[in-house]
C-alpha cells in the first residue's frame, strides 16, 4: 500500500522567509522527496529492505511492501514501512559538504558532528577521552536544513561514513520514522522542539539536583582524623564544605556502599559503613543534603553460594536472567525485565531506597555485557521507568534527582545525564565538553559530568590546572558534579589552596546562576531545547559555526569558551547570530565584533573566557540555601544583571519562579530608549517570587533598582552602554 498526502499552506504560521507549502512525493526511482514547490528540500533517496543488516537494498515496486507517508503536520512527514523483512531502514541523500549531528552524545573523534561515524545505537563502551559515553536518540539533525527521527526501542545502526549521506537500519520488520522541517526563525531549535514532541522532553529538575554536588567513588577509603566508616567520611566532606563557605545541595553514595557482593544486590547499607543509615540521610537533609544512591540492573555471584545477594538468588530461582551472558569483568548479568514477576520484584526491593530518605539514584552500566546488545534500548528503557516511579511514589514528580550514564530518547522525561568515566586529563576535559554539546544536541538537555575526570591513575591527577579548568566549564553546565575522596580531595594533600579556591568560587558562582540556569531547565523541559547549545542553534546564518567543538551558549545570554588545553591559551570565536557584540562577562570592559576572533594567552586558573552578548539578562542570586547554614536568618534573594544595547533594542527573558509543583513563569522585559540627553532602560517584569534588584551595567560602571514583589516598570538613565 503507498498513500501520498500533500501539505497544507504554511503562510499563516511562518514568518514570509519561511512561508512554503512542501510537498511530499514517491518519485519513479521509489525515493521520498519533500520539495518547495520549487526546490527539493530532503531527499530520501531510497528505503532499505532485506534479511540482514548487511544485505538490505532499497525497495521498489517489485520488492513485498507496505508504505505509507504523509505530513502529519505543516512541517513534520510521517513515513511507515512494513515488510516481510528483519532489516528495515532508509537512506538520505544530500550535498556532499553537509554535516549531519545527533544519535550519540560520545563525539567521535573529538567532533559535535558525524563525520566519518557509522556505529551501533547503542552505549559506545571504552573509548577516547571518555569511557561509557551512552545516552543515545535515534535523529539526527542537518546542516541542509532538516531533522530525521525514527520512532523505535530496536537495535539499530547509522552510518555517515559517505559526504552528503545518512543512513540507517533497524532490527525490526517494521519501522516508523519522521522528517522534521523548520517552524520558525529558528530553524535548528524548531527541529529539535518538533523531535521532542514526538519521543520526549525532560522533567522538571529540583534545584538539588543542579549541585554542586560532592560524592567519591568509594567513600570506605580515604579516612583522614578520626574518620572511621563511610557515613563520617561522608560528614568530614560535608563538614569541610561548612568551614570553607562553599555551596552544595546533595551528595551520593557510590558502590559499594551495600552488603552485598561488590556492595549491590540486597537493597541495603552496610551497617560497618552506615550505621544509621535512616538518621544518617535524615541529618545530612539537615544540613541543606539531598543523598541520592547508585544503582544498576545487574546481578553478582559470590564464590561462597551462602552469601549470594537477594537479587541473584531470585534470579536464578525464577529464570529472569538473560541465556549466554557474558558480563565484563565479572559485573554480573543483567535480569530481563520484560519479564514481569522480575520487574515486579526488582521495584518492590529498590523501593527502600526511598523509604529510608534517599531522593534519587544515579544510574549506571547496561553495556558491558549483562544483556545482550540487541535489548540494550528496550531494557534500559525498563529500568529507567522503574527507578523513576519508585521515587515518584514517595516523593512526587520533579522532588527527586536520577540520572545515567545509559539512556535512550525515550527515556528522557525519566531520567538526566552525566556523561560516563571520563579521563582526568585535558582530553578527557575537551572530550566532556564536547559531549556536553552533543548531549544537548538529542536533548538530553539536564546534563553533567565527572568534574575533574573519573579515571585518576595516581596522585595529582588530575592536575590542578586540569582540576581548575573542569570546575569552571562545570560552573556554566547545567549540572555541577564533583568526585572528591581516594586521595583526591582538595583540603587534603597533595593538593593546595589554591584548588579550594577555585572550586569555591566555581561551585558558588553555579549555585548564584541558579536563578538562570533553572530558567533554562524549565525551558527544556516545555520544549526540548538544551541548555548547553551548539553555536548554530543561536547563530544559524553562521557558517563558521558548524564545526565548533569547545564553545557554547549557556541559554541564549551566556557564551562559553572553556580552556581544553594545557597553559590556558585558546582562540574564541564570536557568532553572528541575535547580537552584533560580545563583552566579556566577568571583566565588562573588552568588547569583541560578531564574525571575529579572540586569542587568549595565558589566562590564570583563576579565569575563564565567558561572553554575554548585547541587552544580555542574567538572574543570579541566592534561592535555594541548600548546605549554606553558615547565613544566619537566611532568605532568598534575587538580582537581575542587565547588559542595554541600542542595536538589540528589546530582550525578554522568561524567568522561572519556585520549583517542583510551584511553577510559574514570570517575563522580564528590557528597552533601550535614546533620550536627548541620556539613554533610558525599561524594565517591565511579573511577581519575580521576592524582592529584587536590577542591576544595569553601562560604561561608567552599573546602577541598582529595587523591583517590589509583584508586577511592575522601572526605568534607569545613564550615558553610554558598555557596547
Known amino acids: 500500500m503507498v498513500s501520498i498526502r500533500h501539505l497544507w499552506s504554511l503562510s499563516a504560521l511562518l514568518p514570509a522567509s519561511l512561508c512554503a507549502k512542501y510537498e511530499l512525493t514517491l518519485t519513479k526511482s521509489y525515493a521520498l522527496q519533500v520539495s518547495d514547490g520549487t526546490n527539493v528540500v530532503v531527499d530520501n533517496s531510497a528505503i532499505l529492505s532485506g534479511r540482514q543488516n548487511s544485505t538490505v537494498s532499497a525497495i521498489n515496486r517489485n520488492t513485498s511492501h507496505d508504505l505509507a507517508f504523509s505530513f502529519i503536520s505543516p512541517t513534520v512527514a510521517k513515513i511507515t514501512l512494513k515488510t516481510s523483512d528483519s532489516f ?66 530496536k537495535m539499530g545502526s547509522y552510518d555517515f561514513t559517505t559526504p552528503g549521506q545518512a543512513q540507517f537500519i533497524f532490527n525490526s520488520s517494521s519501522i516508523v520514522y519522521y522528517i522534521i522541517l523548520p517552524k520558525t526563525d529558528s530553524p535548528y531549535k524548531s527541529i529539535i522542539e518538533q523531535y521532542t514532541a514526538l519521543s520526549a522532553r525532560s522533567e522538571m529538575p529540583p534545584i538539588s539536583g543542579l549541585g554542586p554536588t560532592f560524592w567519591s567513588d568509594d567513600f570506605t577509603l580515604d579516612f583522614h582524623g578520626s574518620v572511621s566508616n563511610a557515613q563520617d567520611n561522608i560528614q568530614d566532606v560535608v563538614d569541610h564544605l561548612y568551614y570553607n563557605q562553599i555551596r552544595a545541595t546533595s551528595t551520593f553514595a557510590d558502590r559499594p556502599y ?161 556523561n560516563g568515566d571520563s579521563y582526568a586529563d585535558f582530553t578527557g576535559l575537551a572530550y566532556s565538553v564536547a559531549s556536553g554539546i552533543r548531549s544537548g544536541l538529542i536533548s538530553f538537555g539536564i546534563w553533567g559530568s565527572d568534574t575533574g575526570g573519573y579515571a585518576r591513575p595516581g596522585a595529582l591527577t588530575p592536575t590542578e590546572e586540569v582540576w581548575a579548568r573542569w570546575m569552571w566549564f562545570s560552573a556554566f553546565s547545567p549540572v555541577y558534579e564533583l568526585m572528591l575522596g581516594t586521595n583526591h580531595t582538595p583540603w587534603y594533600p597533595p593538593y593546595n589552596q589554591t584548588t579550594v579556591e577555585v572550586m569555591k568560587t566555581t561551585a558558588n558562582l553555579h549555585a548564584e546562576l541558579t536563578p538562570y540556569i533553572i530558567s533554562y531547565a524549565h525551558q527544556a523541559h516545555r520544549t526540548g531545547i538544551p541548555i548547553i547549545r551548539a553555536l548554530f542553534l543561536e547563530a544559524p546564518d553562521d557558517n563558521r559555526t558548524w564545526a565548533v567543538n569547545d564553545q557554547y551558549f549557556f541559554g541564549e545570554h551566556f557564551l562559553v569558551a572553556p580552556i581544553v588545553t594545557s597553559g590556558g591559551s585558546r582562540s574564541v570565536y564570536f557568532p553572528h547570530g541575535n547580537t552584533n557584540k560580545y563583552l566579556n562577562y566577568f571583566q565588562k570592559k573588552e568588547v569583541h565584533d560578531a564574525g571575529t576572533t579572540h586569542n587568549i594567552s595565558n589566562l590564570p586558573i583563576t579565569a575563564s573566557p565567558v561572553y554575554v552578548p548585547q541587552g544580555a539578562i542574567i538572574p543570579r542570586g ?102
Do not use: C
Open 88 to 153: 528495515n531502514g532508509a537512506r538520505f541523500t544530500t550535498a556532499p559538504n553537509t554535516l549531519f549531528y545527533g544519535v550519540w552524545e560520545y563525539p567521535f573523534n573529538d567532533r559535535i558532528d558525524n563525520k566519518n561515524v557509522s556505529y551501533e545505537l547503542k552505549g559506545v563502551g571504552n573509548n577516547v577521552g571518555v569511557n561509557w559515553s551512552n545516552a543515545r536518540a535515534p535523529f539526527f539533525i542537518t546542516s541542509a536544513g532538516y531533522g530525521v527521527y525514527t520512532d523505535t526501542l
Open 258 to 418: 551495600g552488603t552485598g557482593n561488590r556492595s549491590w544486590g540486597n537493597f541495603d547499607f552496610d551497617p560497618k559503613q552506615y550505621p544509621d543509615p535512616g538518621g544518617f540521610i535524615k541529618n545530612l537533609t539537615a544540613y541543606g543534603f539531598d543523598v541520592q544512591v547508585w544503582i544498576a540492573n545487574r546481578a553478582s555471584a559470590n564464590t561462597n553460594l551462602s552469601q549470594n545477594t537477594m537479587l541473584w538468588n531470585a534470579s536464578i530461582e525464577n529464570g529472569w536472567f538473560f541465556d549466554n551472558y557474558n558480563p565484563l569483568g565479572a559485573l554480573g548479568p543483567a535480569l530481563n525485565l520484560s519479564i514481569p514477576t522480575a520487574y515486579k520484584y526488582f521495584k518492590e526491593h529498590l523501593n527502600y531506597f526511598p523509604s529510608v530518605g534517599v531522593k534519587g539514584y544515579k544510574i549506571d552500566r547496561g553495556e558491558e555485557g549483562e544483556m545482550p546488545d540487541y535489548v540494550q534500548n528496550e531494557q534500559m528503557t525498563l529500568f529507567l521507568q522503574m527507578a523513576h516511579d519508585t521515587m515518584v511514589e514517595k516523593w512526587g514528580p520533579s522532588k527527586f534527582y536520577n540520572f545515567a550514564r545509559s539512556a535512550v530518547d525515550r527515556s528522557r522525561a525519566v531520567t538526566h545525564i552525566w
Open 622 to 723: 541566592d534561592i535555594y540555601q541548600g548546605n549554606a547554614k553558615w547565613i544566619k536568618d537566611w532568605r532568598p534573594s534575587l538580582t537581575i544583571e542587565i547588559f542595554p544595547s541600542v542595536e538589540r533594542g528589546e530582550v525578554r527573558f522568561q524567568y522561572f519562579v519556585g520549583e517542583n509543583a510551584r511553577r510559574n513563569v514570570s517575563e522580564l522585559k528590557m528597552t533601550l530608549y535614546n533620550g536627548l540627553f541620556a539613554k533610558t532602560m525599561r524594565l517591565e517584569y511579573d511577581d519575580l517570587g521576592v524582592e529584587a534588584t536590577a542591576l544595569v551595567w553601562h560604561k561608567d560602571g552599573s546602577k541598582e533598582v529595587t523591583l517590589n514583589r509583584g508586577a511592575g516598570i522601572v526605568e534607569v538613565e545613564f550615558n553610554e552602554t558598555l557596547f
